[in-house]
C-alpha cells in the first residue's frame, strides 16, 4: 500500500507514463522514448543477480539524457544486433511511495521478441523500480531500473526494456 | 571430413589443408564431435577456467562452475586450501550443490541426504547400518571408495583452473610464457568482482573462440569501437600467440593511428560513398569512453583467448574474464565476471561500471559477435564436406604478428584442436 495518498488523476497519469515507454519501444520509436526520461535521468537495466548481490555492473546503464540518446543513435547506426519486433506486456503498476514530488512506482514486465520468421519468444522477465516526477505538467522517468529476472540474455541484448 | 566415433575410431579422412586455412563446416554441428570435444578436450590434457579466487574469500565458501558441460562446485576448505569435484552425487548421480554460491560446512545431496566435505570426501551415509537390524548397506561399502569426483586444481593469479587428465602439463607451462606475462600484466594485484552477465547464444562454442582470436572483424563488425577510436584495423597492435599456438591475445595501442591512414581502416563495403568523417558519431555524452591510463605500455584493448574456454579482457578501464561453456553443438553460454581491482577508489569502480556499457550481452563494442556467431549456425545444415577459409594474413607460418589484419591466431587454435581431438592433417597444400 502506498504510504502517501495517491489521487486518481496521479495514478492515472503514472500508469500512463509506464505504458507509454512500453508502447513507444514496441513501436521502434526509441527516439521519443527517450523524451520519457527528466532531465537530468537515470536508466539502467540490470539484474536480479547482481541487484540481490549488491554488484555494481548493470546490463545497461545510462546516467544522462545525453547517454540516454547515445545509446538510442548507436543502436540506429553502429550496433549490428539480431532483428526483431518487440512486445512488452506490463502489470502490477504500484505506486510504493511518494516523497517531496517523487513517486517510487513498481511495474512487473514480460518482453517477448519475434523473429522474422514469425517465431515469438519470451525474451526478458522482471521488474521497473521508477522514480517519476512531474515536470511541466507531464509526469517523467527521473529514473528508471529495469531489473531483470531472466539474467541469462537469449543472444544479446539491443533494444532497451 | 568423416566425423569420428567417439568410441575411438578415427577420422576416415584427414583435416583438410596442411596450412589448416580451412575449416570443415561438420566440427561446428555435429553431436558426435560434440562428445568427443568433452572427452578429449574438456577431460582431455588441458587446464580449464573455473572461477576467480576473489569468488572464495574465506573458508567453507563455494560456487558452481562448469568444465565444458560438466557440472563442478569450487570450494575453499577449512584450511584455506581450493578444491573442485564434480557436482553429481556418487549414490545416484543428483546435484549435491543446489546454489550457486554460498558458505557451507559441507555438501550434502537432498535425495537421500549423502554428506561430502568441502573436499569432496564422503563422510556420512543416512541408514548406513539399517533401522532395528533390517537394511542398511553391505558390510564392505566403504565411505571413501565413494568421494566425488576431483579435479587437480592449480592457481594463477587468482585464476582458478582444474582439470580431469593426469597427464595435463603444468598450469604455467600450459599457458605458455607469452600468455602468463600478460596475465602478470591484467591481475597484477587482487581483483574485486563487480558483476557478472549471461549470455545464451544459438551457436557452437569453436565459433566464439574463433572470433575472439579474429581482430580482422573487430572495426568490420564493431562499429561503435572503430568509430570513436579505442580500435582500429590501423592502431598499433597485433595477435601474439604462445608456443603452441593454442593461445592468443589481441593487443591494440589508442590513438596510434592518424587521419591519414583513417581511409583505410574505413574502406569496407559498408562505408562506401561515405566520408570518413561521417562514419564518426559524436557522442552527447562521451563520459562513457573516459578514465585513468592504468598501464603504462599503450594498451588500450587486450583480448587473450586461452584454449580451451577463457578470454580475459581490458578494454579501457573494463576487465573481465568471459568463461566459453558448450551446452550442446549449436548452444553455448558466455559467462562475464566483471572485476576490478580490490582497492580501486569510488570514482575508478564507477568508471569501470560505466565503461562496462561497452562490453557484455548489451555491449556497444560487443553485442555483435552474439549475432555473428549465430548467423553462421543458422546456415550449417547441408554443408557436409564443405569448409570456411581463413587466409587473411597469408597462409604461412602460425605465429605471432604485429598488425591486426589476420586470421593466423585461429590456424593456430585449430592444429592445436585437431592434435587433441586426433585427427590428422593433411599434407595437401591445396
Redesign the interface.
Known sequence: MTKNKVTAEQKLAIDDLVYESARRIDEDRLEEWTELFAEPCNYT?T?R??YDQG??????????P??L???V??LR??????IHLTRHVVGNVQVLEVSDGVFTVNSSYAVYQTDPEGASTLFSVGRCLDEVVEEGGEYKFRSRQVIADT????????TPI | MSTPKANGVEAQQQWPRADLSRVPYDVYHSQEVFNLERERIFEGATWSYLALEAELPEPGTFIVSSVGDIPVVVTRDEEGEIHAVVNRCKHRGAAVCRERRGKTDGLTCVYHQWRYDLKGKLTGVPFRRGIKGQGGMPKDFKLDEHNLDALKVSCYRGLIFGTFSDETPPLEEFLGKEMIALLDRVFHKPVK??????????ANWKLYAENTKDPYHASL?H??HA?FGLYRSTLKGGVTLDESGMHSAIFAKKGTDDESTLGSAFSSTRFQGLEAEDTR?K???P??LSGPVEFDDGISTLIMYLFPSLVVQQIGNTLATRKVIPHAPDKF?LYWT?FGYADDDAEL??CR??Q??LI???G?IS??D???T?LVQMTLQGTEGQHSVLEMGGRGPIETVDHLVSETSIRGMWENYCRFMGYEVSHDEK
Open positions: 537495466i539484474t543477480e547482481n554488484l555494481p555492473v548493470a546490463l545497461m546503464s545510462c546516467d544522462s545525453g547517454m540518446r547515445d545509446r543513435l548507436s547506426h553502429a550496433n549490428i544486433f539480431n539474467w541469462g540474455v537469449p543472444i544479446l541484448l539491443a | 568482482v563487480l558483476g557478472y552477465n549471461k549470455q545464451v547464444v544459438p563488425l562499429l561503435f568509430t558519431f557522442l552527447e555524452d563520459s562513457i553460454e566483471y569502480e564507477q561500471v560505466k562496462a556499457n557484455g550481452p548489451a556497444l553485442m555483435e552474439g549475432e555473428a549465430r
